[in-house]
């Protein structure tokens, strides 16, 4: 879903140049088109929509009570940059919960297609980043 024009009511205030229209005499602002995820003109429109319907989007979806992430879960890859560092050295699956932060290899680190389009700082998600702790014996 998406919208022709930014959400926010009060758009027009913005009064830019390119928001006039009509002739002389009768000339008037009118909202942008929406091109900011598909609701809104910018980001400043979506930040006045979010604050005058925040109450009405939480009870839409509905309120949800403290979500945890417990320890065998907490995996992840990290590319670090240091210039001081060799390249080898940039890549570390971490679980702080366990303690744990132990460098691995570029080829651990990413998907081959990572590795493909030279996005060195790309890393496999949080849930390879688990199997990856499991194959290495971190976790079981
Ligand atoms: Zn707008």
New binding site residues.
Partial sequence: MSSEW?Q?KK?PE?KTQGQIRGKKGAKYYQ??KANWYGY???MG?REQWFNDNKDVCIQAVGLIDKQVLPLDDAWYVEYRYDWREEERNRYHLVNKLKGVDQSITQQQAQTPEQIANNHNWYTINDTQAKELAVTLGLAS
């Fill in positions: 930014c926010n758009c913005k909202s942008n809104w003109c910018s429109c």
